[in-house]
Structures are given as C-alpha cells and as structure tokens.
C-alpha cells in the first residue's frame, strides 16, 4: 500500500503520513473552527484535493468492515492511524512485536542439514517484518548475520569469505550466490565420488564373477 500510494504521487504520501493542515479560521474569541469553502484560497483548495486524492486511494483498498472503521475520519492521516492500530496495534504492541522479532533475528542460525536456500527463504521474513515496524538493519549486518549463523561444516568458506570480500559493501544477494555455488560444487563433487564407487563396485564384481567362473 505504501510503494502504491508514493507511485501515485510522494505528496500524497506526506499527506498520509504527516496529515494536511486543513484550512482554518480562528474567531475572535480565539476558538478555532475549518475555514468555510466560501473562503479557500488557491493554496487551500490544492491542500483540500491533496486529501481527498488520499483518501480515495485508501478506501478503494477496503471493505466493508475496514471502511467503517475509517469512514468518521476528516483527514487520509486519520484513516491511516486508525488503520495502523487496528492492524499493527498501539506503541505498545509495537514495541513487544519488535522485541520478538528481534530475539528471533538473533538466535536465527542455519538448522541442521539445511541448505543456504532454505534458510535465505527464512531469513528475509525476520527481516521484512522488522523494516515493516521501521525497525531496519543494514546489509552489512544481515550479511555478518548469515555468515555467524552458518553451520560448523561452512567454517572453510566462511573463512574465504572473509579473507576475500570486504563484508561493509559485500551485497547480500552475492554472499547468496556465493554460498549456493559452494553448496553446488560440493554435491557435483559428492555425486561424481558416488559414481567412481558405483563403477569400482561394477568392475570389482565383474572380476569376481570371472574368477569364480574360471
């Protein structure tokens, strides 16, 4: 929802996030009140679009329910808070959320007999949930991260890695590639020794059968 609304328009998003001023007045009495229409100016009238564009885009993405939920709300901000609590929950909630994640991201390792792929397949769902919670890590991190977290049979290649890469600027997307290309050299290797056992176990019983013939 957050690329949609930006690819729309980045001012629709601002008004999302931090909510247009929407025009106003203040009487004498110093009591505040929204401007009437009879008055907008050129500026007022855009900031009034602004909002209502937002709005639009936020509740052709509900329904039903979730609309009327929002449906009180003067401001696309207002719906989005709303929204943001009803689905992630308050600060509060947040904050446990994110503590949980957290201990999940750091006792994350490799299980055993499981390939790089399978744990890559895992890794980014920790990862995703907490830059959804604005909680982030740099790719420095997660590739020091995954290289900590691997298995002891991975020490020689952990060990290449970073005699030969510089982790600050190594993609994390290549420290994949280069660890899939290990795990591929290593099974073409294994599968080639279990032919040569094969065809020595053929050849050996061929002899045999010869021998015990003669």
């Known amino acids: 929802m957050t690329i949609f609304i930006q690819a729309l328009d980045f001012n629709l998003w601002d008004i999302v996030i931090d909510g247009p001023k929407l025009p106003q007045i203040i009487s004498k009495e110093g009591v505040k009140s929204l401007k009437p229409r009879s008055l907008y100016t050129d500026e007022d009238r855009k900031k009034v679009q602004l909002n209502a564009k937002a709005k639009h885009v936020i509740i052709c993405a509900l329904n ?16 989005w808070d709303r929204l943001e609590v009803t689905y992630e929950g308050t600060n509060q909630v947040k904050d446990a959320k994110i503590n949980m994640l957290v201990r999940e991201y750091e006792m994350f390792s490799m299980k055993e007999n499981e390939n790089s792929s399978s744990m890559f397949v895992r890794f980014p769902t920790i990862v995703n949930s907490l830059q959804s919670l604005n909680n982030c890590y ?77």
């Not at 039903?64 to 719906?79: D, G, I, P």
């Not at 290649?157 to 280069?178: H, M, Q, R, V, Y």
Request: contains cysteine; hydrophobic residues 30%.
């Open 64 to 79: 039903s329910n979730e609309f009327n939920r929002v449906s009180s709300c003067a401001t696309a901000k207002e719906m």
């Open 138 to 214: 740099t790719n420095s991190e997660m590739v020091r991260k995954i290289l900590r977290c691997l298995s002891k049979s991975w020490m020689p290649k952990f060990t290449a890695i970073e005699e030969t890469k510089d982790l600050n600027t190594l993609p994390l997307e290549e420290l994949l590639g280069s660890l899939m290309t290990h795990e591929m050299t290593i099974k073409n290797h294994e599968d080639d020794e279990e032919q040569d056992k094969k065809k020595k176990k053929v050849i050996a019983f061929k002899s045999s059968t010869v021998d015990s013939s003669e």
